[in-house]
């Protein structure tokens, strides 16, 4: 797993993410006001921020500088693939992109048996794209499967959905 922020470059040692941050674990959630099953007109679908766990890096002071200034970063991407083996290509399998994203908090800690110190990283953000991609098995003997794509977009100031 690999995260990109704009104008501040990550060490990550993946070969495909070049300048991005490997990241350990992650989470993210969606939440709404519904109080009934059924739509009423003042329902308002809530978008968690978005965070991160990573170890400390070459990138932790720009993080916390344009955490300090209260920068906007214009794109932020999150990326995830499968492991897969030596031989296989690497696919994509979960990729997020967000765009006018602030960090909320940045929380530093580790223990001394650790050898690694590690940094839980919290973004807002005004809009998302949340793209899965499945891979499908290859068919009637073929040796290439295919790819399928599910996507979801919301701009969360309109509260409507977003295509990127």
């Known amino acids: 797993?690999?995260?990109?922020?704009?104008?501040?470059?990550?060490?990550?040692?993946?070969?495909?993410?070049?300048?991005?941050a490997e990241v350990l674990s992650w989470n993210w959630g969606m939440t709404s006001n519904r109080k009934l099953p059924h739509h009423n007109g003042d329902d308002k679908t809530s978008l968690n921020e978005l965070?991160?766990?990573?170890?400390i890096g070459t990138d932790s002071s720009l993080i916390?500088?344009?955490?300090?200034?209260?920068?906007?970063?214009?794109?932020?991407?999150?990326?995830?693939?499968?492991?897969l083996g030596k031989r296989e290509a690497p696919t994509k399998y979960l990729h997020l992109k967000m765009e006018d994203v602030v960090i909320k908090s940045v929380v530093t800690?580790?223990?001394?048996?650790d050898n690694s110190?590690?940094?839980?990283?919290?973004?807002?953000?005004?809009?998302?794209?949340?793209?899965?991609s499945k891979n499908n098995?290859?068919?009637?003997?073929?040796?290439?499967?295919?790819?399928?794509?599910?996507e979801?977009?919301?701009?969360?100031?309109?509260?409507?959905?977003?295509?990127?």
């Open 1 to 20: 797993m690999n995260i990109k922020l704009d104008g501040i470059p990550g060490d990550s040692k993946s070969y495909s993410h070049k300048g991005w």
């Open 51 to 55: 965070s991160f766990v990573k170890l």
């Open 109 to 113: 800690g580790g223990l001394s048996e």
């Open 137 to 150: 098995q290859p068919a009637n003997g073929s040796t290439v499967g295919t790819i399928e794509g599910f």
């Open 117 to 132: 110190f590690k940094e839980h990283i919290t973004l807002l953000f005004d809009r998302i794209n949340f793209d899965y």
């Open 152 to 164: 979801f977009g919301w701009n969360i100031p309109g509260n409507a959905e977003w295509k990127v």
């Open 64 to 83: 916390r500088l344009f955490y300090a200034q209260g920068k906007v970063i214009p794109s932020v991407e999150f990326s995830m693939m499968p492991s």
